[in-house]
């Protein structure tokens, strides 16, 4: 079984330029998770999507973060305009869902997008 | 808020010896699960062992062990035999609610 697949692996940009970041989740997942880590952090929830429905946006910095998860598999996280501050590892995570059975709860995670803006 | 506590940023072991990486969280909830990843230099989040805190009995995952202890709110994670492999950064995370909280990590080095 594949997991879950993000690309690109690395991401190099000038301030200001827009990026995208796109995660495929584990076939059959449900919930697909979008994290921030920091150097030397632990991941911090930015988004979780439930299907296609973005139910926890809270973390979103909704000015110049968007994210979408069109027909409920697929996503794609963009940054416009990207900061500086922005520099930072975007890991992907997806899982069955909770209360859909034993082990639904455990997230799977990708190898992450690190950006770095110049 | 819960909050997830790693109190140990760096831990060392030598090769084939045991190592405990200490956790400690702050909820209100009942019910929850607690995880242990593991994150090698490749950034690859993997589970290592997880803990649902209605259950008494510690989980156990082949050289990894937990010793949870519900009340106190901790919850470590013990390596036996330590490979080689094992190096990488550790990170306890706590899930309620489908909220998943990550704490600070422990990097661990494995000597030779």
């Known amino acids: 079984e594949a997991g879950v697949v993000q690309s690109p692996r690395y991401k190099i940009i000038e301030k200001k330029q827009p990026v995208a970041f796109w995660c495929n989740p584990i076939?059959?997942?449900?919930?697909l998770y979008w994290y921030l880590q920091n150097l030397g952090q632990g991941p911090e929830l930015l988004i979780r999507?439930?299907?296609?429905?973005?139910v926890d946006d809270s973390q979103l910095p909704k000015d110049r973060f968007s994210a979408e998860r069109l027909k409920g598999v697929d996503s794609t996280l963009k940054i416009q305009p990207a900061e500086l501050g922005d520099s930072a590892v975007y890991l992907c995570a997806s899982s069955p869902g909770w209360g859909t059975g034993t082990g639904s709860y455990e997230q799977y995670f990708g190898p992450g997008t690190r950006l770095t803006v110049t | 808020a819960q909050t997830v506590t790693q109190s140990q940023p760096e831990m060392s072991v030598q090769e084939a010896e045991t190592v405990t990486l200490s956790c400690t969280y702050d909820t209100s909830e009942s019910d929850y699960y607690l995880f242990w990843y593991k994150q090698p230099p490749s950034r690859q989040m993997i589970l290592v062992i997880r803990?649902?805190?209605?259950?008494?009995q510690n989980a156990t995952e082949n050289r990894f062990s937990v010793n949870f202890q519900k009340a106190a709110k901790s919850f470590s994670l013990k390596i036996s035999d330590s490979q080689l492999g094992d190096a990488a950064m550790y990170f306890c995370a706590y899930a309620s609610n489908e909220k998943l909280t990550f704490g600070t990590g422990t990097r661990l080095t494995i000597i030779p």
């Open positions: 076939s059959g997942h449900n919930t």
């Open positions: 999507y439930e299907n296609e429905e973005a």
């Open positions: 803990q649902e805190a209605y259950k008494q």
